[in-house]
């Protein structure tokens, strides 16, 4: 088994892939022997059911994910101190959940732990860039135009503004291994 770190870009879905060391304790220079005994699980997680995206403003967020990328409402509602939705994208949900009731949220920024961004596959990156962009969505700044990044093997990936400043990346579905 290769540690998901010496894998070439962009991974190969079917690999089995090793836990990194912070999470096993192991460092790079472990022997092989001793990442397939970390990695050895009875129970295995199998999919990601949803992401959940907390957003300053779910209107403003709900018609980027609706109208620009093109998902699809599930249900939207009242849950405790917040407004929710959930959306669908492929086989994967999107939970968007509001602020609480009275308080706000600091706003996104890259220096803070946690998720960075998220990616979704487009059949066409062009075409759907080209619409996005009609539609009024922008480019994140710290990635003002597509771009091919320096890891061999990779393809040509964009990254749009979020309703919060965040980064929602976009990669072409035929471009992916």
Known sequence: MVPFWELPFPFVRQQAYALPPKVTGLSKSSTSNQVKRANRHTMKIIAIDHVAVQTSDLDAALDFYLRILGADMIMRGKFKRREMAWLRVGVVKIELFSKREGESLQQWNDFASGPAHMAF???????????????????????????????????KIAYLL???????????SNDVM
Not at 162 to 172: F, I, Y
């Open 121 to 155: 596959l487009v059949p066409n990156l062009d075409a759907f860039l080209s619409e996005a962009l009609a539609k009024g969505a922008r480019f994140h700044p710290s990635h003002p135009a597509p771009f091919v990044p320096p890891v061999e093997g990779a393809s």
């Open 162 to 172: 979020g309703p919060d400043g965040e980064e929602v990346e976009l990669r072409d």
